[in-house]
């Protein structure tokens, strides 16, 4: 039923993130500076292009990253000081540096096809992976391939060491849905509403800092430290929902990094999916974790191209939990989801706005030995013939995570017509270590034909990945 192809991703050193780097401390900041301006003006042509020796590039994006990484800190240097652009990169380059973010771990993969399909008899694909690197931070790497008729895959190499960070963009924001997000998840009380008095209907985010600022101002009965914290709680919302622009060409050159305090610690375990709009058009969402050490987010992607990605929170009591995953089109004239709620069982949601999710139905209860302890989704719903076929993982003994499948009622997913009794995939003997000891698991598959290309962890360090007979899989529901 299963063929397993050799093909493994295993972590690497090799391609780093060029990143900001910026001591926390103002005096350290200025040390430096002062430092830097000591180098003698003939010397730093040369020295540049020691460092870009270093990185093995010196393209223009790079020069552009280094002369951005200046800006962070020239509101320490004295005004007067006439700056040379060599001088701006210079400091730009002891303000930055490279993070290895895939040097640990590259699991827990999703997969799309490619929102450009060119070439006969073959399925372009997108994968996109959980990496984790230094200080156990996960962020969201891309990979391309393609499938042929022979059931042949095929990665696509690139020669790029380099990955780049996106701009990012702070959104617009509609007070009321502002309002309703802040409601939704109980940030607002009486101390910090007085904001919306002030904000127009449409506001961005210097109007809420301005807005603050007053609030703060006008305060005559509150606690100066509790009025600031249930203020902050406004602005950590506004400052989570924003937009990353890539300037990259290149898929793989790109990567999710945290890019707001709710995901400080990593953004785990990325969901994603092609969805079908009303008017036949695609656009791909992707449910993940945002972790800020402490408290669990759920947020959403939301793509076209894969150059941009716009980043909002999750709404509502049934968007409380991990391991959330669409349906790739509305069903009945509702947007559907599929995932767990009392961290035991798997539910369905309905709602008429995905990132808004108030309902939720308890759809399968963990029954087997390899699933006592809990099961989850495993990707999002799969549209086959038949229904639609969702991945599950279940957690057995010694905290072993194996993958399983049910079929749902296509008119009716609230309906489940089928599920596996043992598991489809379980951890080998000689796959059992790793990261993360007795781990299988996969964020995604997709059907090509009647077969089910999945990709799949092991031990929460390497992927790999096999095809699934698919009517050979459904002989074997129960």
Not at 12 to 36: D, M, N, Y
């Amino acid at each position: 039923m299963i063929k397993y192809l050799p093909l493994k991703i295993y972590p690497s050193t090799k391609r780093t993130l060029i990143r900001p780097f910026v001591p926390g401390s103002t005096a350290q900041v200025e040390h430096i500076l002062f430092r830097i301006f000591s180098t003698p003006p003939n010397e730093i042509e040369n020295y540049l292009l020691e460092i870009y020796d270093q990185l093995n590039s010196a393209d223009a994006r790079l020069k552009a990253i280094f002369t951005k990484h200046f800006e962070y800190v020239k509101d320490k240097i004295p005004a007067n000081l006439d700056i040379s652009d060599l001088e701006k990169e210079l400091i730009g380059a002891y303000f930055t540096q490279q993070y290895a973010l895939e040097s640990t771990a590259v699991f827990n993969p999703s997969v799309v096809p490619h929102p450009v399909q060119d070439k006969e008899g073959v399925l372009k694909i997108i994968l996109s992976l959980r990496a984790i690197g230094e200080g156990h931070i996960s962020s969201i790497i891309f990979m391309e391939g393609e499938i042929d008729g022979s059931l042949d895959l095929t990665l696509k190499s690139d020669k790029s060491t380099l990955i780049y960070e996106p701009d990012r963009i702070q959104h617009s924001y509609e007070k009321k849905l502002f309002f309703k997000t802040a409601y939704e998840l109980d940030l607002l009380n009486k101390m910090n509403k007085p904001v919306f008095d002030i904000l127009g209907s449409v506001f961005e985010f210097s109007d809420l800092e301005n807005a603050i600022n007053e609030v703060i101002k006008k305060n005559t009965e509150n606690n100066r430290a509790n009025l600031e914290e249930a203020l902050n709680k406004l602005r950590l919302l506004a400052q989570s929902n924003f937009t990353l622009r890539f300037k990259t060409d290149s898929l793989v050159e790109r990567a999710i990094f945290p890019a707001s305090p709710t995901q400080s610690n990593g953004l785990e375990d990325a969901r994603f999916v092609q969805f079908r709009n009303d008017d036949g058009s695609f656009i791909y969402y992707a449910t993940f974790t945002a972790y800020d050490g402490k408290t669990v987010m759920p947020e959403m992607l939301e793509t076209k191209d894969f150059c941009e990605f716009k980043i909002s929170t999750l709404n509502g009591p049934a968007a409380r939990n991990k391991g959330m995953a669409l349906f790739p089109r509305k069903i009945n004239g509702c947007y559907m989801m599929i995932g767990r709620q009392d961290n035991e069982s798997l539910y369905i949601m309905k709602s008429d706005n995905p990132y808004f999710w108030y309902d939720s139905k308890p759809l399968i209860k963990p029954k087997y030995k390899w699933e006592h302890i809990q099961i989850g989704n495993s990707g999002s719903p799969i549209e086959i013939d038949e229904g639609w076929l969702v991945l599950t993982h279940g957690v057995g003994p010694i905290r072993t995570y194996s993958l399983g499948a049910i079929l749902l009622d296509k008119d009716n997913p609230e309906k489940v017509i089928g599920r596996l009794e043992e598991p489809l995939v379980k951890p080998t003997k000689d796959e059992a270590l790793g990261y993360v000891p007795n781990v299988v698991y996969t964020c995604g598959a997709l059907a090509y034909g009647r077969s089910l290309f999945l990709p799949y962890a092991i031990g929460d360090i390497i992927t790999r990945f096999a095809f699934v007979d698919i009517d050979q899989l459904l002989n074997h529901l129960k």
